[in-house]
């Protein structure tokens, strides 16, 4: 029988929760209008979302240039979601509100997604006394996240509960990764890793799971708009995101080379990425037998974002419980304590200054998280700073 007090200290607590939830919720809705949606990426998903609540081409360029431009957006031509169709149904409910009361919803639930994954990475860790995890409230790319109101903080939040829950169930693990489906080239060597791991453990639940949970996702969207994955065929083709540089190591190749803006070498872009999945295979088997997706698993996710072919600062969001990792493992180190905080700070000027995510100033950034991880957990005894994540079983 729990004690007066605890049951006091608790409710204490509730209350407090509670109170600061209503708190945000009026900041953020006094706070914003449908202006203040126009600046950021999240007017794309509420525009796609509006086509597709009114069972209408959620890529049609200049429909949504039309509703983008009604909410008062003065940016040149149109924002437009290159993402598949896999996960629009979930995110339906803006396509029924405006632009400030969508823009409301959507930082709400990037928080509620920041602070799940802090939780659970809290548990993961054994519950340690120390608040290294807090850390993920000023990590650069999860507040490129909320300010942005771009998809990186869900690919947090899917990571996170897929270490949690790949041993206890493992059903649920692959469920979990369902919305990473909306960005399939940031994890294609964590893929790879997968389906080893699955085949030589003889245990498919994982990828049971995700192809249930992909089904019933795509199946929700179909039964909105039957044509979508047509409409979307058609957006890619049209799209000229080929034009496009975007700061990562794949498009600094492909531009370093000459090959620039001709299209025809595009395959430039996919070669590092062939190659972290060729390691990645490597790697894995080189280790199946004491592979560790708290551990092993994190060095892959790493080395994924190092190297894939598109990707914005904001989607390294996710990469923040190998991070975590590097620091328990660094923490007695103070050169790699400060080599974090500098990595960190130049993210942090970049968001203070609002550098475009579009700027050659990021291209480093992915990269200096992997060399940084690598660095920080090079030691031999760093494996017992790891171990501090739990590998459920």
């Known amino acids: 029988m729990a004690e007066p007090g605890s049951t006091s200290r608790k409710l204490a607590a509730a209350g407090i929760i509670a109170a600061g939830a209503c708190l945000v919720v009026a900041i953020l809705f006094f706070g914003v209008d449908d202006k203040s949606a126009t600046g950021r990426d999240f007017i794309q998903y509420w525009a796609l979302e509006q086509q597709l609540a009114h069972h209408a081409n959620p890529y049609d360029a200049d429909a949504l240039f039309r509703i983008e431009r009604s909410v008062g957006m003065d940016k040149p031509g149109v924002l437009m979601s290159l993402s598949p169709p896999v996960a629009f149904a979930y995110a339906l409910p803006l396509g029924w509100v405006g632009a400030k009361a969508g823009l409301v919803l959507w930082m709400l639930l990037l928080l509620a997604c920041m602070a799940i994954s802090v939780w659970i990475l809290w548990l993961l860790h054994g519950r340690p006394e120390s608040r290294w995890h807090v850390i993920a409230l000023g ?53 790879v890793v997968l389906l080893l791991w699955s085949a030589t453990r003889r245990d498919f639940r994982v990828i049971a799971g995700f192809a249930a949970a992909l089904a019933v996702s795509c199946g929700l969207t179909l039964a909105i708009d039957p044509h979508v994955w047509r409409e979307y065929a058609q957006m890619l083709h049209s799209s000229r995101i080929a034009d496009q540089f975007i700061p990562t190591l794949s498009m600094a190749l492909r531009f370093g080379l000459g090959s620039g803006l001709d299209r025809s070498a595009r395959w430039l872009e996919l070669v590092p990425e062939a190659c972290a999945c060729i390691w990645a295979a490597w790697y894995f088997l080189t280790r199946r037998d004491r592979w560790d997706w708290n551990r ?58 609002q550098i475009p995510m579009t700027s050659v100033y990021y291209i480093w950034t992915a990269p200096a998280w992997l060399l940084w991880y690598l660095w920080a957990t090079r030691k031999t005894g760093a494996e017992a700073a790891q171990g501090r994540a739990i590998a459920a079983g």
């Open 296 to 353: 092993h698993g994190l060095l892959v996710l790493l080395v994924s974002a190092a190297c894939t072919p598109y990707s914005w600062y904001s989607d390294q969001a996710m990469l923040f419980p190998a991070v975590l990792v590097g620091l328990y493992a660094a923490e007695k180190s103070a050169a790699a304590l400060a080599l974090f905080v500098a990595i960190a700070a130049a993210g942090l000027v970049g968001f203070v200054a």
């Open 139 to 191: 990590f650069p790319p999860a507040l490129w996240c909320l300010i942005a109101g771009q998809l990186g903080l869900f690919f947090l939040l899917d990571v996170v509960l897929f270490l949690y829950w790949i041993h206890r169930q493992p059903c649920l693990a692959g469920a979990a990764l369902v919305l990473c489906a909306l960005k399939p080239h940031l994890f294609l060597p964590c893929v």
